[in-house]
T-cell receptor, first 116, second 112 residues
Framework: NAGVTQTPKFQVLKTGQSMTLQCAQD?????MSWYRQDPGMGLRLIHY???????DQGEVPNGYNVSRSTTEDFPLRLLSAAPSQTSVYFC???????????????FGNGTRLTVT | AQTVTQSQPEMSVQEAETVTLSCTYD???????LFWYKQPPSRQMILVIR??????QNATENRFSVNFQKAAKSFSLKISDSQLGDAAMYFC?????????FGKGTRLHILP
């Protein structure tokens, strides 16, 4: 079972460059989300989606765009990378909303992004 | 805005002993959900336990149990009979309307 797949695992960008972090799940999950994890800050929600065609902002959405054209994919776009976006990024999905019984979040293995 | 506070950045416990991790949260809502997630060195996040706010009964999962105090907005995690495999970062999380907000985490060390 692939679960939640994030690519790439590591990425180095220069300030001002753009890139897309990929996230795909093969569990037919409706809910998907992106978090960033920084030392001493825990996980902070960037964007989330409750289904194809629907996205919403989390706690720290500035500098990031998302789209959800299919159930399986939820890419995160950095339009103009900044050093403050250096972080580990996690994609997560769940069958229904995460609060539903037996619908825990499934996390990918993370993408470590460095912006110089 | 909802916030989740974990006041203990690090804790240590002797193997086979019991440890309690603290979590408080701030909300004006009456209906919400709370979670504890575990992140071992592999970085994979694992759901430990889940609590519905409308349930007064504390959730339990094997060696893991919570003390949910709704009026005090407190949600602590008790780990009984601690094992070496319990060593990890533990995150408390709050969910209302599909936004899951995490605390900053508590790193738990298990001493053999």
């Amino acid at each position: 079972n692939a679960g939640v797949t994030q690519t790439p695992k590591f990425q180095v960008l220069k300030t001002g460059q753009s890139m897309t972090l990929q996230c795909a799940q093969d569990m037919n999950h409706e809910y998907m989300s992106w978090y960033r994890q920084d030392p001493g800050m825990g996980l902070r929600l960037i964007h989330y989606s409750v289904g194809a065609g629907i996205t919403d902002q989390g706690e720290v959405p500035n500098g990031y765009n998302v789209s959800r054209s299919t159930t399986e994919d939820f890419p995160l776009r950095l339009l103009s990378a900044a050093p403050s976006q250096t972080s580990v990024y996690f994609c997560a999905s769940s069958k229904e909303t995460p609060s539903s019984y037996n619908s825990p979040l499934h996390f990918g293995n993370g993408t470590r992004l460095t912006v110089t | 805005a909802q916030t989740v506070t974990q006041s203990q950045p690090e804790m240590s416990v002797q193997e086979a002993e019991t440890v309690t991790l603290s979590c408080t949260y701030d909300t004006s809502e009456s209906d919400y959900y709370l979670f504890w997630y575990k992140q071992p060195p592999s970085r994979q996040m694992i759901l430990v336990i889940r609590q519905e706010a409308y349930k007064q009964q504390n959730a339990t999962e094997n060696r893991f149990s919570v003390n949910f105090q709704k009026a005090a907005k407190s949600f602590s995690l008790k780990i009984s009979d601690s094992q070496l495999g319990d060593a990890a970062m533990y995150f408390c999380a709050y969910d209302r309307n599909d936004k899951i907000i995490f605390g900053k985490g508590t790193r738990l060390h298990i001493l053999p």
